[in-house]
């Protein structure tokens, strides 16, 4: 069907129709003509469609109720009212992505799929969540996801518990989140951005249930409302979907969700702030030093545009010189730019990691002489096209870790949710030529000068650390709770046990057959049988292994270089990583670590170098490592890129001691902040390094043992150069070899001819440089840990509870069986044991093809009883029973998983890596049939796996001192992280 402007469509007035040629695709802007819904639908040729529904949710106070009301609604619903819909979404459908989010002024509701009967059947769901859930006849709901006071008996201690609760814990936990926390609240004010929507753990207990339900009914309305459709789907039918099940049974009401504007400051303000560390750190140098601006308006799409470019050419790059002086100075050892251009008024703040508060003077100092230096005297015109480059190139391939159509979803909310047209932030390209042509005339000199230097809108943020702290604020908590007990009637203990026994009954009884059947599901039919197959061919005509998969990707050439490692001795290993860590930020014998930077953002969309160790799929301890460096460019500048990232291997020095120490300092502190947040996945790491040598060998080169070699090695250079140096050469030297080279490929026939000329070069200067070490040779190393069952203290208040084996050893194969158990036992068992009665904000099982399986715990305020949670998997096991609809359903989220949807780069990546481990087309069919004809009784056979292997009781846990002191009985040994 043709569309023209002013018709109406299933209730719909087409309001605007144009072409968007950055994302070819066409915009079609309606209005629900009874409620005055928004509907944006971008209409292209992508078959991985996207809808979501997001609702303006300006918070008024800390309690974190927009982020306790996305959790809630997808609890049940009118016509699903299961107690967690959201999950029996993810046991079984096709979906590529679903999911929910909070951000400070709005809350969104995403799904994805690219099978079509999948994709209503999401949306669906989703759409009887938000507008029908069941929060408002079941207030368990709220005290579960939102918080509660828990009480088994009157003898028994009062706690706090709510998913959303000690999420937050876990993020408070981070300095910088908490910082970001503190800027945005002084930055804006008087506005709804003056309160933590995701929630303040201290506020989240002062939300009552009447607000809570108040709050979705003010909001969660479609006059509220931002509907987005994205894809090849057709268009009509998505619209008669969403009006004759939903939108017609609605009405236009009057809602003020108005986002304020801040009235700029007339002076600067400063704010002094708290977080914890141990009570027996030493605080020296532990401050963190801020600086945020608040300039323009979301809506300007060059100001957003060059905003974001100013924050890469100040702060994000090697070259950038804001960073570069504050770094010099010596008064901190690590910055970092934030910025948040998705919000009313964008806002840029420069933060000075592990400082001292008494250089808050010289830090503001050396900020403004650098920038009035820079707007004066002008910026490096090489360092201003790099950044534009850069931007661009990100903007244009639009990979950030979620389909596209969510991404373009969220950059037409920046300017829709504030009234006006959803695609001008979509429609770039304007703005980037403007920028590009008036880059050389003192565009950001000026930019720097009128939003920057002359701006009072500014909010400096110390923040200090406070040994203790977290401890001192648990006593008081506990304090707190124990007079409020103490204050209760009998009735009223009794009416709080009551509350506490009336939740769990709820939680562990599951929903009945009818409940789950009103979900809707897919048919076995509807999964495909056969497995995709990503193509790869070794090139004869290329010297060396060189392999090819031909996919298109739209004019972008990805190339990645594996170098194997085995030649490095075994005492080098933890240098492999810190080569990757060093490599395009230091000199080269041709540029300047400056100059090298600016080279690869101008010439390539990245150049990065990482760890790869990629398991042999038979297992026994048979593993592949290698330094892996990766390319991408536009197809046309692809021999330039290969150039580059030869230069690179071939010739950066290691001369710099200074360079060199700053590099560690960053990369110390960067891994620091992900230890903070994914606590799990280094649990996870070193849980392998106790039973197996790949695993081991992760943990050495990028896993809690790495971040004590970065502290130690620290130290090193400074009081010993020369051997760090020897060691790097000396690592460098056996590693970048072309005997060593595997080379893959990705793109089109066009996109390979133009790498070739700068591939031959590689080879060309790889082969005068072969390996000098004396043992030149294929090292076999022994690292399994001799230490186990460890915790892993850090400054936090929530644990990461992992445990696992190596299910080899018991006699079992990884089988397509094995997914569809991971999939139930993740799903059913831990879902419900961990999160929703423990607590914890996630629970996961992770199995690999090659033996390791580990149980996982995110944001966990338990320990123990996750350990004994996990311990009960064998006898959930032994009981399994499921009809023949629950099996199908399991299928089909097993089958999802198997299926995630990856992008071309991903799609080339993989087929070298099955190319290398031993994966053929063929396993990976067999792996489907069986996950396609797996019986109920195969389920019940892994509860013997889980019965012996975790006898062993191998356990590593990353969370809060104190836990893990007071928790101690399953440890053997205690580790200081963080």
Not at 117 to 128: A, H, I, S, T
Request: with cysteine; charged share 30%; net charge negative.
């Amino acid at each position: 069907m043709t569309f023209k402007t002013g018709d109406i469509i299933n209730g719909f007035k087409l309001l605007e129709i144009k072409e968007i040629k950055e994302l070819r695709s066409n915009s079609l802007l309606f209005e629900h003509v009874n409620t005055g819904a928004r509907l944006l639908k971008l209409e292209n040729d992508d078959d991985n469609k996207v809808f979501s529904i997001a609702f303006r949710t300006p918070p008024y106070d800390d309690t974190g109720l927009p982020h306790i009301l996305e959790h809630s609604v997808l609890c049940g619903s009118r016509k699903f009212p299961s107690k967690e819909p959201f999950v029996e979404l993810i046991k079984g459908s096709l979906n590529t992505f679903l999911n929910a989010m909070t951000f400070s002024d709005k809350t969104m509701y995403p799904i994805a799929s690219k099978n079509k009967k999948d994709f209503f059947n999401l949306m669906d769901v989703y759409l009887d969540a938000v507008l029908y859930p069941n929060i408002h006849s079941d207030e368990k709901i709220m005290q579960q996801e939102g918080w509660h006071y828990e009480l088994d008996d009157k003898d028994g201690e009062i706690i706090i518990k709510g998913v959303v609760y000690n999420e937050m814990k876990g993020a408070f936990s981070n300095p910088v989140r908490k910082l970001y926390s503190d800027m945005e609240s002084a930055l804006y004010p008087d506005t709804a951005y003056a309160h933590e929507s995701g929630g303040d753990p201290e506020a989240i207990p002062e939300l009552t249930l009447e607000e809570f339900r108040a709050f979705h009914k003010k909001y969660y309305h479609p006059t509220n409302s931002y509907i987005y459709l994205y894809g090849d789907g057709n268009t009509e039918e998505e619209l008669k979907f969403i009006q004759e099940n939903y939108l017609k049974d609605f009405n236009k009401i009057d809602i003020d969700s108005r986002i304020e504007f801040q009235k700029p400051f007339e002076t600067p303000k400063n704010i002094n702030a708290v977080y914890g560390i141990s009570a027996d750190d030493d605080k020296t140098d532990k401050s963190f030093l801020s600086m945020g601006f608040t300039a323009g308006n979301s809506s300007d799409v060059e100001f957003v545009q060059a905003f974001e470019i100013l924050k890469h050419m100040l702060l994000d790059t090697p070259a950038a010189p804001l960073k570069k002086a504050l770094i010099k100075s010596g008064i901190c050892k690590d910055v970092m730019g934030i910025a948040d251009t998705n919000i009313l008024q964008p806002f840029m703040a420069i933060i000075a990691k592990y400082t001292d508060e008494s250089k808050k003077d010289e830090f503001e100092n050396i900020i403004f002489n650098t920038l009035k230096e820079l707007s004066e005297k002008g910026i490096d015109p090489e360092l201003v096209e790099s950044s534009v480059n850069i931007h661009e190139f990100r903007l244009r391939e639009a990979e950030f870790g979620y389909p596209k159509g969510l991404v373009y979803n969220i950059m037409a909310l920046t300017t829709w949710l504030y009234d006006e047209s959803p695609v001008l932030q979509l429609n770039f390209e304007p703005a980037i030529e403007k920028i590009r042509n008036e880059m050389t005339n003192g565009y950001f000199e000026r930019f720097i000068k009128e939003n920057l230097l002359t701006n009072n809108h500014r909010v400096s943020v110390v923040l200090k650390p406070y040994p203790g702290l977290l401890t001192e604020k648990e006593r008081e908590m506990n304090e707190k709770l124990k007079s409020f007990k103490e204050g209760l009637s009998d009735s009223e203990l009794q009416e709080i046990i009551d509350i506490t026994q009336a939740l769990k009954k709820k939680q562990q009884t599951p929903d009945s057959p009818e409940v789950l059947e009103t979900i809707p599901m897919l048919a076995k039919e509807d999964i495909s049988r056969n497995a995709e197959k990503y193509p790869i061919k070794k090139l004869e005509d290329i010297k060396g292994e060189f392999y090819f998969s031909d996919l298109f990707t739209n004019g972008i050439s990805y190339l990645n270089l594996l170098f194997d490692t085995r030649h490095v001795e075994q005492a080098l290993l933890e240098y492999i990583p810190l080569v990757c860590n060093l490599l395009g930020k230091i000199s080269t014998r041709k540029n300047n670590y400056g100059s090298l930077s600016n080279a690869i953002n101008k010439n390539t969309g990245g150049i990065i170098f990482k760890v790869k160790n990629y398991v042999d799929n038979k297992g026994n301890d048979v593993y592949n490592p290698y330094i892996m460096a990766k390319g991408k460019s536009i197809s046309h500048m692809s021999s330039s890129m290969v150039r580059l990232m030869t230069e690179i291997v071939v010739d950066s020095t290691f001369e710099d001691k200074d360079r060199i120490l700053q590099v560690v300092r960053e990369a110390k502190s960067r891994m620091e902040m992900n230890i903070m947040n994914n606590g799990h996945v280094f649990a996870k790491t070193r849980l392998f390094s106790y039973f197996s040598e790949e695993g081991a060998y992760d943990e050495i080169t990028t896993g809690i043992h790495y971040y004590h070699f970065l502290k130690d090695i620290e130290e090193k250079i400074e009081k010993d150069f020369e051997s760090v140096k020897n060691n790097l050469n000396k690592v460098v030297n056996d590693i970048f070899t072309l005997s060593n080279l595997k080379a893959g490929f990705t793109g089109d026939e066009n996109d390979l001819n133009n790498t070739r000329e700068g591939y031959e070069y590689l080879i060309s200067a790889l082969s005068e440089k072969e390996c000098e070490s004396e043992k030149c040779h294929t090292n076999k190393y022994s690292l399994i840990r001799k230490e186990k069952n460890e915790g892993l203290t850090i400054s936090g208040q929530v644990q990461y509870v992992a445990m696992g084996n190596d299910f080899r050893r018991f006699g079992f194969d990884y089988t397509g069986q094995m997914e569809v158990m991971k999939t139930i036992v993740g799903l059913d068992y831990l879902w419900n044991q961990v999160r929703v009665l423990g607590g914890a904000y996630g629970a996961f099982i992770r199995l690999t093809r090659h033996g390791d399986f580990f149980l996982g715990s995110y944001r966990d305020p338990n320990l123990l009883k996750t350990v004994e949670a996990y311990k009960g998997i064998a006898k959930y096991l032994k009981g399994f029973k499921a009809t023949e609809r629950e099996m199908l359903k399991y299928i089909i989220g097993s089958i999802s998983n198997l299926d995630r949807h990856k992008n071309p780069a991903e799609k080339g990546e993989d087929a070298l890596e099955n190319l290398i481990r031993g994966i053929t087309d063929e396993s990976t069919q067999k792996i489907r049939e069986e996950v396609l004809s797996v019986k109920e009784d195969q389920i019940r056979e892994f509860a013997v796996l889980f019965e012996k292997a975790l006898e062993e009781e191998m356990v590593a846990v990353v969370g809060s001192e104190d836990k893990i002191k007071k928790e101690n009985k399953v440890f053997d040994n205690t580790v200081k992280v963080i």
